[in-house]
């Protein structure tokens, strides 16, 4: 606290300082001053928070997105179900609106046009991730039950298994392999993305470094350190999702 | 046990099946062979609606399969098929590939499920594989499997849809001699096939199957012995 004192007043004199002096200056004042620390902490919690909601959302849209669609295209020729299309119309206007729109964009929209009047930032900023989470990983898990080989569902049908029982026994576990580096990247995409929400004022990580530069005037140690707690983050979450990938290769074994 | 009658199939404007009638009586053997695009594969999958007829009706054990109001599922239950690629689900283990069709449609429990599975590869002689998966299998051994899966559902009608026509040469035997054996023991079947041998000596009725419709149809020894149709002696001149 002292030795920090001390240098700071010489930089601030511009007096000579060493390089061991100047980072130990800049260090202390982003993270450790007035326990800056714990705003980190506090937004890192936020980070993982938000990306878990919306990942939980984002997960549970895709997968009724992707079924209905699927469902819709695999009806058998001659037997179209109204109801059924209709649906699956309401689909494809979400994933292209969704699709077709920058992620900020939806955010201040979300933010301060829809519930302008709502103080929960975090919320609604969890909130509009898990939407557009949602269009993304119903077209990836679209693809992956696509990728099942057609003899699958034969095969299931041939049986006596009904459509849905097919699909969550045979079809759905054999895509969910097959799309799983996809949605990883989904994944990281989506924790990275939850630092736009402080532009709707939600106070996450990257929010809790923005207040530390804006008052210690200094953006280079606060940034950086951020940068490197996401890239943390991202590398355990690809640990993670590396273990969970061998799990599932269980059944490649020769 | 089955009937067809009059059944025709257009894909997207192309006559694959130009009305093909059939009986199948209980325990008889019916091998369907001809060239390739025929029709054979679509016909056999129309019997349990994999393909959906364009008209026509198929009566299996007295219901109409092409009644719209027919629980097709119940249907399917009861009739067993066999692929050319055999499609084993490949996410599960070899017992679980087995049990997991009479679980689920509450035909056996569990423990009766399995010990059927068992009883059933025993037979093939596979019971040491219950725990593999079908990556660990040769293409011999998945297509029994595949057999003892769909005979796991107690059919009453199995349908072999080119059951050999994936299998290297050396592998063909040993299906051919577990569908010998199904057919020996009283099973109803209806095969798609290009084992001449096979149909010789296994079935009870060849059927010759050209452009969508039924050319010739008589006991082995007629069709292989004494074809009365120039096509069919210019078709078995060259596989035979």
């Known amino acids: 606290m002292e030795q920090y004192a001390a240098w700071k007043a010489l930089l601030v004199a511009g007096e000579p300082t060493t390089a061991w002096q100047k980072f130990y200056v800049f260090f202390y004042q982003a993270f450790l001053e007035n326990d800056r620390w714990q705003q980190y902490l506090s937004g890192v919690g936020t980070t993982l928070l938000v990306t878990l909601f919306a990942l939980l959302l984002g997960v549970v849209l895709g997968v009724l997105v992707a079924i209905i669609r699927t469902a819709h295209d695999q009806q058998r020729p001659g037997k179209h179900n109204p109801v059924l299309g209709f649906v699956n119309g309401i689909m494809k206007v979400y994933v292209t609106v969704i699709r077709g729109t920058p992620m900020m964009v939806q955010l201040l929209i979300m933010g301060f046009v829809i519930f302008a009047s709502s103080r929960d930032y975090v919320t609604v900023g969890a909130l509009t991730l898990g939407i557009n989470s949602g269009a993304y990983t119903a077209e990836i898990i679209r693809g992956g039950l696509m990728s099942v080989d057609q003899g699958q569902m034969e095969a299931g049908r041939s049986l006596g298994l009904n459509y849905i029982d097919t699909m969550r026994f045979i079809i759905v576990p054999q895509a969910v392999k097959a799309i799983l580096p996809a949605l990883g990247n989904e994944f990281i995409v989506l924790l990275k993305d939850t630092s736009l929400i402080s532009v709707i004022g939600g106070k996450e990580l990257l929010y809790a470094a923005r207040g530390v530069v804006s008052r210690t005037y200094e953006a280079m140690y606060p940034y950086i350190g951020t940068a490197i707690i996401y890239l943390i983050l991202v590398m355990m979450f690809t640990w993670l999702l590396g273990i969970f990938e061998r799990r599932l290769r269980a059944s490649d074994r020769r | 046990m089955i009937a067809v009658k009059d059944l025709k199939k257009n894909f997207e404007g192309l006559e694959v099946l130009k009305g093909v009638d059939l009986e199948v009586k209980k325990g008889e053997c019916v091998v369907f062979i001809g060239p390739s695009g025929s029709g054979k594969s679509t016909f056999l999958r129309c019997l349990n609606l994999l393909e959906v007829p364009t008209s026509g009706e198929i009566i299996f054990d007295g219901v109409s399969m092409t009644d719209p109001g027919t629980d097709i599922d119940k249907m399917r239950q009861r009739m067993g098929m066999v692929f050319q690629h055999f499609n084993l689900f490949p996410n599960m283990t070899i017992l679980k590939n087995l049990t997991l069709a009479p679980i689920r449609t509450k035909h056996l429990t569990k423990a009766q499920a399995e010990q059927k599975a068992m009883e059933l590869l025993k037979r093939v002689g596979l019971e040491d594989k219950a725990g593999g998966y ?5 293409g011999g051994q998945k297509q029994r499997v595949a057999i003892v899966r769909a005979l796991c559902m107690d059919p009453e009608v ?40 096979f149909a010789r000596e296994v079935a009870d009725r060849v059927l010759f199957l050209e452009d969508g419709k039924i050319l010739e149809e008589g006991t082995p020894e007629q069709i292989f012995g004494n074809p009365q149709q120039a096509r069919t002696k210019e078709f078995l001149n060259k596989v035979l």
């Not at chain 2, 994936?166 to 001699?177: H, R, S």
């Not at chain 2, 099973?187 to 041998?197: F, N, S, Y």
Request: hydrophobic share 45%.
């Open chain 2, 158 to 197: 199995m349908l072999f849809d080119e059951p050999t026509s994936a299998l290297d040469p050396e592998m063909v035997g040993e299906v051919l001699d577990v569908m010998r054996e199904l057919a020996n023991s009283g099973m109803t079947m209806v095969c798609v096939t290009h084992e001449m041998g």
């Open chain 2, 134 to 138: 079908p990556a660990q299998l040769s």
